[in-house]
């Protein structure tokens, strides 16, 4: 059975920068894409962004993820199980909590698999 752990979030100041990871373990991670998606308060779980199986980056289309577009990052490190969300220049706005959500082979469908989640907190 996969499981995703995130680990990352915390509180940093506007402006400034996080890194969020997440782990899989129990399945084999180079045939999951993997999906950064976030759940701000009062609002409906959205795709930030995702990175397929062969590396390929795809943002959401929601006007957040567009957003953010120029400021967070994907990354996988297949060696570690591990996939990167780098967030640059950060803003109240994104204030959330980020999931990581896993689906196999290279698909945009929904993901089948979650963590538990990692909340963002930006603020001064």
């Known amino acids: 059975q996969v499981q995703l752990v995130e680990s990352g979030g915390g509180l940093v100041q506007p402006g400034g920068s996080l890194s969020v990871s997440c782990t899989m373990s129990?399945?084999?991670?180079?045939?999951?894409?993997m999906n950064w998606y976030r759940q701000a308060p009062g609002r409906q779980r959205e795709l930030v962004v995702l990175?397929?199986?062969?590396?390929?980056?795809?943002?959401?289309?929601?006007e957040y993820a567009v957003s953010a577009k120029d400021r967070f990052t994907i990354s996988r490190d297949n060696t570690e199980n591990t996939v990167y969300l780098q967030m640059n220049n950060l803003t109240p706005e994104d204030t959330a909590v980020y999931y990581c959500?896993?689906?196999?082979?290279?698909?945009?469908?929904?993901?089948?698999?979650w963590g538990q989640g990692t909340l963002v907190i930006v603020s001064s």
């Open positions: 990175i397929t199986t062969g590396g390929y980056i795809k943002y959401g289309d929601s």
């Open positions: 129990g399945g084999i991670f180079n045939t999951y894409t």
């Open positions: 959500g896993a689906r196999m082979r290279t698909t945009y469908d929904f993901p089948t698999d």
